[in-house]
């Protein structure tokens, strides 16, 4: 039976999560579906969002876990949520067609051509990316020719997206819209020809009075060395009249021009991070280690990336580990005064903060530690303790903050824009 009637659309400018703006409706099918424009407002970027009438919510839920469970999946899913009774899923921005024919069908028969890609997939790349079911969900890269895979473990999870393989054919209507999506205006380059031209011209004008300059140079420079020749002749005879008074005022002169010998002192390196980034996680080295590919994303100098970890259920990362730990290595050895973290989202929690000559936990001293109360935190350090100043900056996470914007749907977890240190 028709929801057409039941389901409230979704007006314009409505937010999501507490990240997705509305900015348009795309197209509404006759049961009462929706795919809507969007944008995350966090990364700023484009986003398509399906609403599910309400008849249909278990349907769009069981077809997300489906594509996100199939690495050679069409549909990048970012996140999955819940308006008003009605299930809305955001992706990556996507044609409507593929959105519909894919989110939307029969859930069986979704999960049966998944099933399908997966094993010629397999068949022809291999299973290099296949793990048992309940490890945990990871993203494995960021970059858009990356492919992700996603696993679960109780207590922690982490969004998964993944990255579009073939394109389906669309409607008459979809593609349309497509069309409007990514068209993109190409430069006409026929009048280069002319520019080309122009620019010989001025440059060879340019050419003949840089030479004419060059030849008037060497003219003067002639002219002075010529002058200079003589006085210095002249100088010479008058100083072998008279050697003594000249040797005198010559020991005299150098006596007054030689400043005294005083030892200066030792200008002390600025503390800068050099760019280099280790996750240390002692109970289990291997633990997140599918993120290290944003980790630079901390010290890039842009607060909209960021490096996230995973999504966990609770404060202590789901009982998976007791603490993680991120070293940055410094340009040079220098002394810290200062460390300010950059992040999105997250409050409480707690952290401290060590220095040592590795980047290991191993021999760290402890100089402060803080917690998150907004979205730029500042720790003063102790540089008695310090000694000769440090190679690395440590900061070891012993509590995970909470998250306004969940991960994954779980509420605990970091997500780090920017770190930097002062002296």
Known sequence: ?????????????????????????????????????????????????????????????????????????????????NTSGRAYLVTALARPDTL???????????????????ALGEEIFGDEDSTAPGSFAATRSSSPQSISATREIPGYSVEAPVVAGSAVAAGAAGQEHADAYYADE???????????????????????????????LVVGVAVVFSSLSGMVKDKGEEQAATPASSSSSTAASSSS??????????????????????RLVPANPSFMADQDNTLGQMTDGNTSTAWMSYGFATSNFGGATDQVALAFELEEQAPVSQLTIEQQSGTGGAFTVLTNDSASLDGATEVGSG?????????????????DGAKFVII????????????????????IAEVSVSN
């Open 257 to 278: 021009a030689t400043p005294s010998s005083t030892p200066s002192e030792t200008k002390k390196a600025d503390a800068k991070l050099a760019g280099n980034v280790t």
């Open 100 to 118: 519909l024919d894919t989110l939307l069908v029969d859930s069986s028969t979704l999960a049966a051509s998944s099933e399908s890609q997966e």
């Open 186 to 216: 190409v430069p006409d380059y026929e009048d280069y020809d002319d520019y080309a031209d122009d620019d010989e011209e001025k440059s060879g004008g340019v050419w003949a009075v840089a030479i004419a300059a060059i030849l008037l």
């Open 371 to 387: 917690s998150f109360s907004g979205s730029t935190v500042s720790v003063d350090l102790d540089q008695q303790k310090q000694k």
């Open 1 to 81: 039976m028709s929801q057409s009637h039941s389901s409230q659309p979704i007006p314009v400018n409505t937010v999501l999560g507490e990240r997705y703006k509305v900015t348009g409706a795309v197209t509404e099918t006759a049961d009462g579906d929706s795919i809507l424009e969007g944008k995350d407002t966090v990364l700023n970027r484009k986003v398509s969002i399906v609403v599910a009438a309400t008849a249909h919510n278990d349907r769009l839920i069981a077809n997300a876990r489906t594509l996100v469970t199939n690495a050679r999946s069409q549909v990048q899913v970012l996140d999955l949520g």
């Open 396 to 415: 070891r996470f012993t509590d995970a903050p909470q998250l306004t914007q969940p991960i994954a749907g779980y509420s605990y977890g970091l997500r």
